[in-house]
DNA sequence: GCTGGCACTCGACCGCAACGAGTGCCAGTG
DNA sequence: CACTGGCACTCGTTGCGGTCGAGTGCCAGC
């Protein structure tokens, strides 16, 4: 059965009086609150019919109606308005991300920032090594047989390794390997080339053989294996409001926010299709944790320019004002890239 | 008033009876589940005298008596005996620390280990670049104004800055100045040797000199100020076990937790004069943090040998099981420092 | 100094009745 | 045919009174 426009306009007034007011929505508070032109009792007809299509539930027989994972799916797809950021909320993110120092900052600064403009939980990915490119790669001989792998991508992260070589290397031979390195590395993305970092081996002498062969491995284990990801994470204090802190709820999510795993699935899992403008909205049971079955994850892809190095995003109940945070997690989004891109 | 001996073991067990079933306690519960060998009429004399000196406390008229924090601090103080570890919790810690690979892996393994062991909120300090050694020190050209710094600790520490020089630098010249920080620096411990950094200057030639002053200054800035001290925390979904979780106390306790500072001042407080082998407590009110007025926290100093180059601990309802915490933060804290030590 | 007994307090629990928000249904109307 | 007003009904919430029992303080007696 189609759902007529009006049937809609219910709908859509039904989530957002009960993301203001947590509580049910009848049909006398609803046309009272909005000027639907119709009588309470049209009202509860097409509330019927919502019911009858999985949209909205009633928690009981005399209760108002509390829209279902489904309702708010359609809501989020086609009825909400893109709701523009207040020059409040503007400012608020300039002047939290204008003074990051380094790329730790930067992060750190971004996951508060979108945990308080959201009032939820915010989640961070830190730029993925394997989405980055190589900046510049450095050998340090710490001892004869001992040397430090350093990696700085473009994003600003640096990432350093203690690598035990198979034998005692000559420095001439590690300004030799570094050379090498650079020459094929630099400026790749290295999630892109697992080959080249194995066909390093081919470029060298057989006396260096064994060394590059070694490097080779850490730089394939630890870059391009997407091993070494990192999260940030903040608000889980905004967990306490709403409805979700009863029986257990509460004590699960925590739980699942404490797994790595977790996030990076949440947060990470961008479309291998490269950028994608509008953030992803998995509404309740849509998760793919139990756990979390009860919250609902806002997310999107970030990087300088066009294309994407990590992710971030917000989880909070179901129950959430899905254009407000939506359009934040973009904005927040769009900020960071630049502040990136500048580097 | 004095307390007589029997008074004192009535106070332990309500406090072992009110940790045990998480309600007041009556007299004559505690004749039953504790051979006192006298009536309950004897320990409500002794419970009145109890709660005038400050020790309990009765929520209501008729109902049993709960520990005050007075009476916890009287309890940890005197009346708790050591609780032996486990041989289970023995080798659940050497099962859990045996296969870290780095230290970043060392101290998420501490945290979630301790976490787990005492089912309560852990937080592990990393070693305090202020405490350690420096191992290595190195300079690695990124161009011709642009070199970056990378600090090798004896934890295993590693910390890299970025460093925008006065001008352009020969990379002969950026030899010499390592060779002239290894040579002062490595060995020594950072935190004690703010005057090694600052002469440093001195040590080098007129042309040298700017570059030089802004490596100190960065150092300075970077190691020996405690500015980039980093914590890992676990476990938070433990708060919602016990009666934390109400009226927003579970709020306010999980917002002091996000922030940095307030743990590393819970956690990192170690006395300057060195080592303390026995964890510190603090209970309820003697925190310094309001909102943390109802929890409980148990910390110790950790670190390679005899020194201490960070903190760790956990924090818990003030009705918390002190001498097992106690015991396990202590075996916790004793293991991670050998392993440090290893390295 | 300890004990048994006793009166007392007060929160927890239970059943009951009144209330009211909200619904579904139906006959009536433009 | 779609909308409306009216009405009976459902059911969770609230408030009240009464009972129960755990626990206490006090006191006389051993």
Redesign the interface.
Known sequence: MALDERKLEVLRAIVEDYVATEEPVGSRALVERHNLNVSPATVRNDMAVLEEEGYIHQPHTSAGRVPTDRGYRLFVDRLSRVKPLSPAERRAIERFLIGAV?LDDVVHRTVRLLAQLTRQVAVVQYPSLTRSCVR?L?L?P?STTRI?L?V?TNTGR?E?R?VELPGPTASDDVTELRRLINAKLAGQQLGDTPALVQALVEEVGPMLRPAMATLSSVLLETLVERHDERIAL????N???GAL?FQ?T???V??A??EEVVLLKLIGEIEADGRELQPRVRIGDENEFVDLRTTSVVSTGYGPGETIVGGLGVLGPTRMDYPGTIATVRAVARYVGDLLAQN
């Open positions: 380094d510049h450095e340090v710490i430090m350093v700085i640096v350093q203690l903040a608000g889980t204090a967990l306490t409001r802190d257990g509460l004590r699960s925590l739980e926010l404490e």
